[in-house]
């Protein structure tokens, strides 16, 4: 059966936490950061179980500020 | 698989659009406004039509869309986006019109530049967002604003009796005979904003093929007037903004014809 790997990376400085792209994810992939900042002072989103991605770009496509890019392999 | 096997350029099967600058928006976090301008940037693209397409920054929180989208930009006095709009049409017949405005922009100060654009049928788009509130200002209530809402004008809510109904500039629209295609979208979730994509691309196609004014109104969300985290919003604006202003094509006159 085809395997579906996808992985995401999000432009640090760009993101404004607002937590809409960890509510779109399906698989529960991203996380905000609990400590960490960026440079605005906003905790920023980041994949945190980066192997359940299926790279079906729900996030990005709901994202305010288009700060993520998201990549897919289908393994056959 | 490895993260830095996958992440390589014949992989990416979404990237920011060509045509947003690497400005960082000033919107606040969670804002619709970045959404839609993704979406605008994206569909100018597929369409070709980066040297063709002429957009009016309203005022109001959009104020700085020409910062955002790379396209021409002409800013338009408050409310008066679709005048001007119908200028830069008539005077550049080949050119795609696209106004943005905002609800307070286009339903109170701008009802009459509006709704004269859309009788004369001027071939021009117009992209309204309708957050019921005055973002910029500081959340005051605007025309859109929903009964019961809390606003900074009306602290205890809207009262019907003292600030009258909630305006539906779609259904106004509609039934003038100049618009060609009316539609209410949103872009809460991914298969909104797939849709409000294809309602802006059909408009953009309607104006490009001369057939009148295309309307194009998005719900959206303001969650630093509305004072709650975007994700609330969200489910606020399903539950109550849904409600009083549905979402689908109101008027469509290829499907009629």
Known sequence: ?76 | MKREDIIKPENKVYSRPRLLDDNIMHYCPGCSHGVVHKIVAEVIDELGLEEHAIGIAPVGCAVFAYNYIDCDWVEAAHGRAPALATAVSRLNPDKVVFTYQGDGDLAAIGTAETIHACTRGENIVIIMINNGIYGMTGGQMSPCTLEGAKTATTPYGRRVDLNGFPLRVGNVVSILDGTCYVTRQAVHTTAAVRKAKAAIRKAFLNARAKKGTSFVEIVGTCSSGWKMSPEKSNKWMEENMFAHYPLGDIKDTDKTE
């Open chain 1, 1 to 76: 059966m085809a395997k579906i790997h996808g992985a995401v990376t999000i432009e640090r400085e760009r993101c404004k936490g607002c937590d809409l792209c960890v509510v779109a994810c399906p698989c529960d992939v991203l996380a905000l950061q609990p400590k960490e900042v960026n440079d605005r002072g906003y905790h920023f989103a980041y994949p945190a179980k980066e192997e359940a991605c299926i790279g079906c770009a729900a996030c990005a496509m709901v994202c305010p500020d288009a700060c993520i890019e998201v990549y897919k392999v289908i393994v056959k």
